[in-house]
Structures are given as C-alpha cells and as structure tokens.
C-alpha cells in the first residue's frame, strides 16, 4: 500500500534551517508528483510547493520562494524539505502529500503523517 | 497569493443536508476542473473526498458530492452523520505568472 513516512518533530531558533524528509512506498516513486503542505497551530492548510522526482523539477509557491528548496533521492525513494531563515510564523505541522494521478492533478490522494516544526528561542 | 473564500462554519442536525461553498476566480475554480476537497478530523491529515470537482476516491461514501457553477464550487453531505464533525476544505489549480495550488479558508462543520 502507499506510504509516506515523515522524519520527526524538530525544535528550531529563529534564523536557523530545517530539513523534513518524505520517504515514499508501495508505489513507483518517479511516476507521481510530490506536493509540500504546511498547518500553522490552529489555521488552515497552505500549499508550499511541488517537485516532480522524475527529474526534480521544482515550483514554489511565491511566499516561500528563496527560501524553502525541495529535493529528491530517487535512490532511497525520498523527498526532502529545506525552509531557511526560520521565524516563528513557520512553526507548523509540515505534511508531505502525494498526487492521485500521473499529473499535476493537485488532489491529495496519499498524506504523510506530519512533521511539527517549532520555532522558537 | 490569496486564499479560496469558504464560510468558517457550517451546521446542521443528524440526518440533514449541508453545503459549503468555495469561491475563487476565473483563475482557479472557475478556469479548471482541479478542485478537491479534504476532510480533517482535529489532529489528523487531511483525507481526499472529492477530486476534480465531482469525483469521489474509492472508499468515500456516497453521501459526499461535490459540483461548481462559475468560480464557485460546493460540497454537499446528505444524511449528515456524527463522524462528518470535521473541518473541510477545498483546493484548486491556480494559473498566473508560473502555476501554483491554493487551499480554501476552511469550514469547521458542527453536527448538532
């Protein structure tokens, strides 16, 4: 069956970086797009991103661009999660998410379990 | 890189019907088909319930349909149930300067 399994909670100071990790299975890992959204405490859902692991094509959604970069292992069939310049706006639950079909469909069909990532001095 | 407009909540008794709605743009909703929804229970990751507008995933019951006429799409729960407590959500394709996706403001749903 299709399983994303998260690294786990980090706690961050304010300019620090982070990295989340995303390892995907029970499916060709190449054939579907990964997608990076983010759960502030009590707020609603914001997408971050997108990265293609047939070849790593990457696009950020505006807010983020310069600082967060999504990557892939096609090797260990992993996808990876780098937000920079940490403030405490970022503390957040960080999920990565898995399209429903071969294309950019942008339906979530498969979640990882969540990462929080706290920001805090 | 504003957010889909959803009401903060909805209710309604065991047994009813309710919808919510999600308005965007000619950009997004009202441009393309990708409009998703997703149930979240408080604690959990969100759930697939319907995927390009109107299309349920195996497994989710039937009592959840999803339509959209002009830049609004809706999400209608027949037979409203306890389990159905939950937020929700909607999602859409966004074109502009490179594509992106956009979530709505979520509705908080209150089985009374």
């Given at each position: 069956q299709v399983q994303l399994v998260q690294s786990g909670a980090e706690v961050k100071k304010p300019g620090a970086s982070v990295r989340v990790s995303c390892k995907a299975s029970g499916y060709t890992f190449t054939t579907y797009y990964i997608h990076w959204v983010r759960q502030a405490p009590g707020e609603g859902l914001e997408w971050m991103g997108i990265i293609?692991?047939?070849?790593?094509s990457t696009s950020y959604a505006q807010k983020f661009q310069g600082r967060v970069t999504m990557t892939r292992d096609t090797s260990t069939s992993t996808v990876y999660m780098d937000l920079s310049s940490l403030r405490s706006e970022d503390t957040a639950v960080y999920y990565c998410a898995r399209d429903l079909t071969g294309n950019r469909s942008g339906w979530y069909a498969y979640w990882g379990q969540g990462t929080l990532i706290t920001v805090s001095s | 890189q504003s957010a889909l407009t959803q009401p903060a909540s909805v209710s309604g008794s065991p047994g009813q019907s309710i919808t919510i709605s999600c308005t965007g743009t000619s950009s997004d909703v009202g441009g393309y088909n990708y409009v998703s929804w997703y149930q979240q229970h408080p604690g959990k990751a969100p759930k697939l319930m319907i995927y390009e507008v109107s299309n349920r995933p195996s497994g989710v019951s039937n009592r959840f349909s999803g339509s959209k006429s002009g830049n609004t799409a809706s999400l209608t729960i027949s037979?409203?149930?306890?389990?159905?407590?939950a937020d929700y959500y909607c999602n859409s394709y966004r074109s502009g300067t490179t594509f992106y996706y956009v979530f709505g403001t979520g509705t908080k749903v209150t089985v009374l």
């Amino acid at each position: 069956q299709v399983q994303l399994v998260q690294s786990g909670a980090e706690v961050k100071k304010p300019g620090a970086s982070v990295r989340v990790s995303c390892k995907a299975s029970g499916y060709t890992f190449t054939t579907y797009y990964i997608h990076w959204v983010r759960q502030a405490p009590g707020e609603g859902l914001e997408w971050m991103g997108i990265i293609n692991p047939n070849g790593g094509s990457t696009s950020y959604a505006q807010k983020f661009q310069g600082r967060v970069t999504m990557t892939r292992d096609t090797s260990t069939s992993t996808v990876y999660m780098d937000l920079s310049s940490l403030r405490s706006e970022d503390t957040a639950v960080y999920y990565c998410a898995r399209d429903l079909t071969g294309n950019r469909s942008g339906w979530y069909a498969y979640w990882g379990q969540g990462t929080l990532i706290t920001v805090s001095s | 890189q504003s957010a889909l407009t959803q009401p903060a909540s909805v209710s309604g008794s065991p047994g009813q019907s309710i919808t919510i709605s999600c308005t965007g743009t000619s950009s997004d909703v009202g441009g393309y088909n990708y409009v998703s929804w997703y149930q979240q229970h408080p604690g959990k990751a969100p759930k697939l319930m319907i995927y390009e507008v109107s299309n349920r995933p195996s497994g989710v019951s039937n009592r959840f349909s999803g339509s959209k006429s002009g830049n609004t799409a809706s999400l209608t729960i027949s037979g409203l149930q306890a389990e159905d407590e939950a937020d929700y959500y909607c999602n859409s394709y966004r074109s502009g300067t490179t594509f992106y996706y956009v979530f709505g403001t979520g509705t908080k749903v209150t089985v009374l």
